[in-house]
């Protein structure tokens, strides 16, 4: 079976070593992705507290689940209601179907030069590494895909791609790329990229979505955004390709109206997006705009083996909306990269194994401190601790964590349910010298790179306790 490409050359198996890079090379990627993320966070809450959240999250969450249990029906609607529409219908297997499928539309439509809205699902395929391979030059048209294309490098944060830089990283980019002054105001910087991008749509000769929503009973492409970039790449080149997940259905227009809502509180804290597509089909007789071809590719790319595990599905639900990086405490210390593949945070840990294998999805898993803060946040109620645990027990069945691992945690185990035992020990290893970067136990030689022991002189826990209850 075909695979999912990463979108570089970095891989989840050097996400260990690429941490310690990152957070020893790149500090302020650190601070600018916790000052962006806690104030996605404070408007998360803010946008959350204005409805029944529960009510809502419980409703979208039994959607979804609808959806994919009875996935196959809902496709074969989903593709009568596209083809019934004008839209052209294909369905790819995984990454190189889908550059074949869009290698033969552009050739066949003579297609040189194409502008893409923003789409993870294009990041997942290495989209633009293979049609630029071809000889197509392919073009980001959101700032923020825009700015990493520029920088070449892949997006940090599912909805906000560049939301690792300061302003001062895209100052000094937009001075070299687009000679802007180098002290450029934020406005300035967007102003240069907004008249660089508008050449490039109307020199486009096709343009590439990913799709927020396919709705079955209409068949229609639903695409949400902030910037209008999205409507312009939908309808100015005269060939549109959507590229959709099969996970991505939504039964009716009536899910669409409350999917949109929910996916961008939880995102941005919006009520809606500032910009929401409907793409129904090419233009019509009579329109003055729109394609004149629309094609939707729908993508299966391991959703489908991943469908058939019995726990590991519930990821399929994910919209999408980066809440759950936001709040996650491992993620928001270094972004998206050092993950290594298309989607990164809680959600790329329990998506990696099912998209990319287990095996190779390694240690992503165990990129959490199982804190559960994900999965109060998540809009469509993933469990995602749970997941990160179950993935963490495959791991461990079939033999994939080191044996040193497997038999520190059965010693734990073995002294942790013998209390006598376990006071002796703890007594011991408060006494060992641990200092950061200094001595250590091997065990304990990478926790103690960075921390140093908490002061342990003093009565422990078990003596206050004791002496409380005197
Ligand atoms: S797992 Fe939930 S919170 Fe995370 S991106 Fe998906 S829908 Fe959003």
Redesign the pocket.
């Known amino acids: 079976m075909l695979v999912a490409a990463p979108m570089s050359d970095a891989t989840p198996s050097g996400y260990a070593r690429a941490t310690r890079d990152l957070l020893r090379d790149q500090p302020g990627v650190r601070s600018a992705i916790t000052k962006a993320t806690t104030e996605s966070n404070h408007h998360r809450d803010d946008a959350y507290a204005q409805v029944d959240i529960d009510a809502w999250r419980d409703w979208a969450r039994d959607v979804k689940t609808h959806v994919l249990t009875n996935l196959e029906d809902y496709l074969v609607q989903a593709e009568d209601a596209l083809v019934a529409n004008g839209v052209r219908v294909h369905w790819a297997e995984g990454a190189e179907d889908t550059l074949d499928i869009l290698r033969t539309i552009a050739h066949d439509n003579g297609v040189r030069r194409v502008v893409k809205g923003k789409s993870m699902l294009s990041e997942e395929l290495g989209v633009n590494r293979g049609l630029e391979a071809d000889g197509i030059h392919v073009r980001e048209t959101d700032l923020g895909e825009y700015i990493i294309q520029l920088r070449g490098e892949p997006p940090s944060h599912?909805v906000g791609p560049a939301l690792h830089l300061s302003l001062d990283d895209c100052q000094a980019l937009f001075h070299d790329v687009l000679e802007t002054p180098r002290d450029a105001s934020a406005e300035v910087i967007a102003a240069a990229a907004r008249q660089a991008l508008r050449q490039e749509f109307l020199d486009a000769d096709m343009g590439i979505s990913g799709g927020n929503f396919l709705v079955a009973e209409t068949g229609t492409v639903a695409l949400i955004e902030n910037e209008g970039n999205i409507r312009l790449s939908t309808s100015l080149p005269h060939v549109h390709v959507a590229l959709v997940g099969i996970e991505k259905l939504l039964p009716t227009l009536d899910d669409l109206a409350g999917f949109l809502q929910l996916t961008a509180r939880?995102a941005t804290g919006q009520g809606i997006g500032n910009y929401v597509s409907l793409v129904q089909g090419p233009r019509q007789a009579g329109e003055i705009d729109g394609p004149d071809q629309v094609h939707v590719i729908l993508v299966d790319n391991g959703r489908s083996g991943l469908l058939a595990d019995d726990a590991a599905w519930e990821a399929l639900r994910?919209?999408?909306?980066?809440?759950?990086l936001n709040i996650c405490p491992v993620y928001r210390q270094t972004g998206g990269h050092p993950y290594g593949w298309a989607y990164s945070g809680?959600?790329g840990a329990i998506l990696a194994p099912g998209l990319l294998g287990l095996e190779a999805s390694l240690p992503l898993p165990y990129a959490s401190s199982l804190c559960g803060a994900?999965a109060d946040?998540?809009?469509?109620r993933?469990p995602?601790p749970d997941l990160l645990v179950y993935w963490r027990e495959r791991a461990v069945e079939e033999g994939l964590v080191p044996k040193s691992e497997s038999l520190a945690m059965k010693a734990f185990s073995a002294t942790a349910t013998r209390p006598a035992l376990f006071k002796a020990m703890a007594s011991t290893l408060r006494h060992l010298p641990v200092e950061k970067g200094g001595r250590a136990l091997p065990v304990l030689k990478d926790w103690a790179a960075t921390r140093d022991l908490p002061d342990t002189d003093g009565p422990t826990f078990s003596t206050l306790w004791k002496r409380g209850i005197e």
């Open positions: 599912i939880a994910c919209v999408r909306c980066g809440a759950c809680p959600i994900c946040v998540c809009p469509v993933i995602i």
